[in-house]
């Protein structure tokens, strides 16, 4: 069961009319939380935006780097935009706890499960 999904996106509220693309991302579920693992290469931990609102996070993150004035592109694995990425959030996640940390251009977004959803054991008496 697919717990989150890429919904539709609203054009940015960003000031600059930069292109965005999603970029690639990848999510685990563990006992705990949901992490997404989002591939943002040429971003600096400053540019990033990341937002909670309702049933939907947003991650918008901003290229900072430039190529210098005389160099030359021969080959682009990444297209020249910046990262906008919207999930939906599954009923079960505690939206208060939601955790983002960034390095190497990988952001890595922890989605924490709702206290009533995880696995707990139950103590049997006798």
């Known amino acids: 069961m697919n717990l989150l999904t890429k919904k539709d996106s609203q054009p940015s ?3 600059a009319p930069r292109r965005a693309i999603a970029p690639r991302y990848s999510v685990e579920e563990t006992t705990e939380a949901f992490v997404v693992t989002a591939f943002v290469p040429g ?3 400053s540019a990033v935006e990341t ?3 309702g049933e939907t996070v947003t991650v918008f993150a901003r290229r900072t780097w430039t190529p210098p004035a005389e160099w030359t592109a021969v080959h682009r694995e990444t297209p020249v935009a910046d990262f906008r990425l919207v999930l939906e959030l599954d ?3 505690n939206r208060e706890a939601v955790r983002a940390e960034l390095g190497q251009g990988v952001l890595t977004l922890t989605l924490p499960k709702a206290e ?3 696995p707990r054991r139950i103590e049997i008496k006798g």
């Open 43 to 45: 971003v600096d931990r």
């Open 13 to 15: 509220t960003q000031t």
């Open 51 to 53: 937002h909670v609102d």
């Open 116 to 118: 009533a959803v995880k």
């Open 91 to 93: 009923h079960r996640m």
